[in-house]
């Protein structure tokens, strides 16, 4: 299995959406590094093949690619949950040892019902914060915070069980947050989400200040959340760089199962052939 060499594109060559930072800035720190990182299942030996790439502190990543172009298994392999083949991983300069916690990260799962197993949604914020050993103070100003951040204080006694799945994916985003993690993964996080609470979710992570990455097929709300995108297929990386530059090659969107998005198409051109 083979594939050209990996496209990059300057984020500074298409316009992105967000302020541009000062060429004067000083350098951010790389908070994950990983190098020829490999992975596969029994029935599956390839899933990624030696990926190589550095995320800075602050940025917003976008992961795009077809069904089972390997975006969870990446997203696994950087939390720890699975352990890579070959290559290695480090967060903030130090090697992650896989199956061990690292409160630093915090991966949001595609579906919030395997995310939320408490009795209310107030239990369900405070656990992560519980579990780090904080004190009952601590824990209920997190929990306060968080779910003042992802605007679902007027949910906090409610069971999750009874609420929409927007509510619950809000919930579940809470419930990272309470923890403090420097680096949240975000998988499908708009697959449950109504028009009003994908707009939220958009400004929420425009304003946010921790290092996300974000695996979706929904590729308008890549654009609008992202600052940076890399394109999987294959097992390996094709492109990395500006959003618009990147989805709005189509031969190059076409080639690895992608259309290009609405936003990007020029009026009056033909959308679907």
């Known amino acids: 299995m083979t594939n050209g060499p990996t496209m990059s594109v300057s984020i500074d060559s298409v316009s992105t959406g967000f302020a541009p ?23 599956q030996p390839d899933v990624l093949c030696q990926i ?4 800075q502190a602050g940025d917003r990543v976008g992961i795009i690619g077809h069904n089972g172009c390997g975006k969870t298994t990446l997203f696994m392999l950087l939390c720890g ?37 408490s009795a209310s949604v107030r239990d369900d914020v405070a656990f992560g914060p519980q579990n780090m050993g904080l004190g009952p103070t601590e824990v209920a ?5 968080a779910a003042d951040m992802a605007g679902i204080t007027h949910l906090l006694d409610r069971l999750p069980h009874h609420l929409s799945g927007g509510e619950k994916q809000m919930v579940a985003i809470a419930g990272l947050l ?32 921790e290092t996300v990455l974000i695996s979706s097929h929904d590729l308008e709300f890549v654009l ?21 530059a990147i989805m709005s090659n189509q031969a190059l ?16 051109e033909q959308h679907h052939r």
């Open 141 to 145: 100003a997190r929990v306060a915070q």
């Open 81 to 117: 949950v699975l352990s890579p083949a070959a290559g290695e991983i480090l967060l903030f300069g130090e090697p992650l040892k896989p199956g061990q916690f690292c409160p630093k990260v915090g991966l949001l799962f595609q579906d919030p019902d395997d995310q939320l197993f």
């Open 21 to 43: 930072r000062s060429m004067a800035a000083e350098p951010r720190p790389a908070v994950i590094a990983a190098q020829t990182l490999s992975f596969g299942y029994p029935d």
């Open 52 to 55: 190589s790439l550095t995320v």
């Open 178 to 209: 309470a923890m403090t993690p420097q680096i949240i993964l975000y998988d499908e996080p708009t697959a449950s989400l109504d028009l009003r609470t994908r707009r939220r979710l958009i400004r929420f992570l425009q304003n946010s200040t």
């Open 253 to 268: 969107m076409e080639k690895h199962g992608l259309e290009k998005p609405h936003s990007l198409l020029p009026h009056g």
């Open 224 to 244: 609008e959340a992202c600052d940076r995108v890399i394109l999987i297929d294959e097992g390996r990386i094709i492109a990395d760089g500006c959003p618009r």
